[in-house]
């Protein structure tokens, strides 16, 4: 059974620990030990332990972006064991939480483009590319991040969301 709890100082260890893996290394940002633990403690920062049978198997940070009208931001997911469903899990549990029951109107996040298993698992869940132009753009680059080269958004709807049950 996969969960999210929150992240705790005590997790920084495994946190960036599976950040810093050889593997990881190039295909995700990398974070400073207070980048994180900055994560951990702001009121408009998620920063959630992925659990399997309680044991840390990964990490979600997600940025609300609710009050700049750009819903949440996944700024990052990363597990350990690619290929076996803990990800999609645990970004569904994160879907229900910013859909469900903090009434978020959309999720987005950011994809590199050469990451095709990453983009078919936002697919299945619904998101769709999101190339916003203007003012729109704008928005969602002040909220969360801009996408950098070679990189592009996703988006979710809540009322496209259907829960994996």
């Known amino acids: 059974m996969i969960t999210l709890r929150p992240s ?74 690619k290929d076996k469903g803990t990800g999609t899990l645990a970004l569904s549990k994160f879907l229900d939480r910013a859909f469900l029951e903090l009434r978020a109107k959309l999720v987005w996040l950011i994809v590199r483009e050469p990451n095709e298993r990453a983009q078919a698992v936002y ?20 909220a969360g991040q801009q996408p950098g080269a070679g990189t592009f958004r996703m988006l979710l709807n809540a009322r496209d969301w259907e829960p994996l049950r």
């Not at 203007?134 to 680059?141: C, E, I, K, L, P």
């Open 8 to 81: 705790k100082p005590a997790d920084l260890p495994f946190v960036v620990g599976l950040e810093r893996r050889p593997d990881h290394v190039d295909a995700i940002g990398q974070w400073s030990d207070l980048e994180h633990l900055a994560t951990m403690q702001s009121p408009k920062r998620e920063h959630w332990i992925i659990e399997s049978e309680g044991t840390p198997v990964g990490y979600l940070i997600a940025f609300d972006c609710r009050g700049e009208d750009a819903g949440f931001y996944v700024k990052r997911i990363l597990v350990a064991d």
């Open 123 to 142: 697919r299945r869940l619904g998101f769709k590319r999101f190339d916003p132009v203007g003012d729109v753009a704008r928005r969602f680059n002040d």
